[in-house]
């Protein structure tokens, strides 16, 4: 249905005067509609990219800290330090988790708690003293006698928290420590 009606209007982009045949008309023509668009979306490009520069630069902390919950990256936002490191802790058993697929969530009181204890308390661990060269075997050793690949001797040893000494060029594990995994009785 065509409209009689005969306005003057400028247009909002090349700013020329022409005639509008309704009362909604922006633009002269097609044309200038079309780079007004793309000036639009150009605009708001430039400025969310800008907004999450913004962010990155001055993160806002004070919205994490309200929450009970947090995923990795907002604890190391918050307290300062890298997702690797709360990796680290998380998988020295430290650090309480709880696991919501491939998403993992911290409690914001664990996170506060774990960095109230005192420094001294943490790092201190009782170390054991090398046994000697006779109580001990090589890794070369434990792999022949138990029929055991390096990588699964060396996860074995990691998860069971034995120690190893190193002597020149040759790492060293306790006897006893190896003959409890593998059930050695003694003779």
């Known amino acids: 249905m065509s409209t ?5 209007r400028i247009c909002e982009f090349c700013q020329n005067e022409f005639i509008a045949k309704t009362t909604k008309t922006q633009y ?9 668009y793309k000036a639009r979306t150009r605009k708001a490009k430039i400025e969310e990219s800008n907004r999450q520069t913004e962010i990155a630069i001055h993160p806002q902390p004070e919205a994490v800290k309200t929450k009970d919950f947090l995923s990795v990256n907002q604890a190391s936002l918050l307290f300062g330090i890298s997702r690797r490191t709360i990796y680290r802790i998380i998988s020295k058993g430290e650090l309480d988790i709880a696991k ?5 969530v911290i409690r914001k009181c664990d996170m506060d708690a774990f960095f109230s204890i005192p420094l001294e308390e943490s790092l201190l661990r ?5 046994p000697g060269l ?12 138990f029929g055991i690949s390096p990588g699964a001797l060396y996860m074995l040893i990691q998860r069971q928290g034995i120690a190893k000494y190193s002597i020149g060029k ?5 006897k006893k420590d ?5 059930n050695v009785r003694e003779k």
């Open 100 to 104: 919501f697929g491939a998403r993992t």
């Open 126 to 130: 009782p170390v054991q003293e090398f």
């Open 28 to 36: 002269c023509s097609l044309k200038c509609s079309s780079r007004a």
């Open 178 to 182: 190896i003959d409890i995994i593998f």
């Open 134 to 145: 006779e109580n001990c075997y090589t890794i070369t050793q434990i792999q022949q006698k």
């Open 4 to 8: 009689n009606i005969k306005i003057t």
């Open 170 to 174: 040759f790492n060293y594990v306790a």
